[in-house]
């Protein structure tokens, strides 16, 4: 499977209360079933991680339209299920 965009990612964010940014990232992983080279996958230009880069556009997004919270420096909260996205 390839690397999902951040529009999918935010459909499976779910209402999990605190979830910490970087615990997102084996979670979703293991549910778009990416392997073990695909998550750790950098650009080019070597300014991190593709599939990390896009959990966090991802939560930018929801954050931006107050679909989600961020409590704190790396620690989100998304009240409602958002499968329905």
């Known amino acids: 499977m ?12 779910d209402n999990h209360g605190e979830q910490k940014f970087r615990s997102l990232e084996q979670t979703l992983a293991r549910e778009f079933e990416l392997s073990d080279e695909e998550v750790a996958q950098e650009y080019d230009s070597g300014n991190g991680t593709v599939f990390l880069n ?3 556009w991802a939560l ?6 107050g679909l ?3 409590l704190r420096r790396g ?3 998304i009240p409602i299920k958002l499968n329905g996205f």
């Open 2 to 13: 390839s690397i999902p965009k951040y529009n999918d990612i935010m459909r499976y964010l």
């Open 54 to 56: 896009r959990i966090s």
């Open 60 to 65: 930018s997004y929801l954050t931006n339209s």
């Open 68 to 70: 989600a919270e961020r």
């Open 75 to 77: 620690v989100y909260k």
